[in-house]
């Protein structure tokens, strides 16, 4: 009889700086009652116990909200990671060898969860988790989602600097009149990343161009990402609407993902 192969050992990191220059303070400024980080620690617990979640700062402050949120701060993030030139791969890495060294033990994926996305189900992630442990081929799973907008036959640039003239972005539009002939458009929308922790251990640069990844699909609604102001007070508008999740928070959101698909496809 064959056993049941065992689940992967996943390190979910949530990376959390305290320099934020675009808004300042966004990981700990309260969304729908409860700090923005809180969110992605909320998810992250409902994930399964093979996933161990901690957050990675630099800030004092950060780290205390985050523990408050019944997070894991095991160390603080070295400063010359948290400056706004810092690679991701690098932050990701150091979270990863930092922590096989406390735990003693040697983790299968690494899991990124950006406080600044925090409309994301556990059921999404727990697809891109399976997804990769039973694609071999792959060094990760992303996700992406359809925009309300297909930028292949709408896309255009100045055809000059400074000029007023119109050209195509995308060659592939050339005589598409209707956005029903254009090949479907998807995005990598932040919302969550896997990847096999051995391709974090040898990730120099750019994760698209060094690895082969899948992909998990998500609705566009539910796929933010907090960077301003208006952001910010766009994502309490559209989970005030029912319109998209929030792990941690009381609210349901209304719309089904097949309900969002369709008036999608419409």
């Known amino acids: ?23 300042p303070g966004k990981n700990i400024r309260p969304l729908m009652g409860k ?29 205390e909200a985050a ?10 993030r070295p400063a010359d990671l948290a400056s ?30 950006d406080p600044t996305s925090p409309t994301r189900t556990p059921e999404s992630v727990n697809e891109a988790i399976a997804t990769l442990s039973g694609s071999p081929e792959l060094d990760g799973v992303v996700a992406v989602s359809e925009p309300f907008f297909n930028p292949t036959w709408v896309g255009v640039k100045p055809q000059t600097e400074g000029g007023i003239e119109l050209q195509r972005y995308f060659a592939e539009g050339t005589g598409v009149v209707r956005r029903q002939d254009v090949s479907r ?15 974090i251990r040898r990730l120099e640069k750019s994760w698209f161009d060094e690895g082969r990844h899948g992909y998990a699909e998500i609705p566009e609604t539910h796929a933010f990402s907090i ?13 005030s609407a029912g319109l998209a999740p ?15 698909d369709k008036d999608h496809s419409a």
């Open 246 to 260: 929030l792990p941690g928070f009381d609210g349901i959101h209304k719309n089904s993902r097949e309900t969002l």
């Open 67 to 76: 523990r408050a949120a019944g997070a894991e701060v095991p160390f603080m």
């Open 35 to 63: 700090p923005l980080l809180a969110h992605s620690v909320a998810l992250a617990a409902l994930l399964g116990e093979n996933v161990r979640c901690i957050v990675s700062t630099d800030d004092p402050d950060i780290a």
């Open 185 to 199: 458009f998807l995005r990598i929308n932040g919302s969550f990343y896997v990847w096999r922790a051995e391709f």
């Open 1 to 23: 009889m064959n056993e049941k192969p065992s689940a992967p050992r996943v390190l979910a990191v949530i990376p959390a700086r305290g320099g934020s220059k675009g808004l």
């Open 84 to 113: 706004d030139t810092a690679p991701m791969s690098v932050v990701l890495r150091h979270a990863l060898e930092a922590m096989e060294s406390l735990d003693g033990t040697t983790y299968d994926m690494v899991l990124l969860l």
């Open 227 to 239: 960077d301003d102001e208006n952001e910010f007070l766009l994502v309490e508008a559209v989970v």
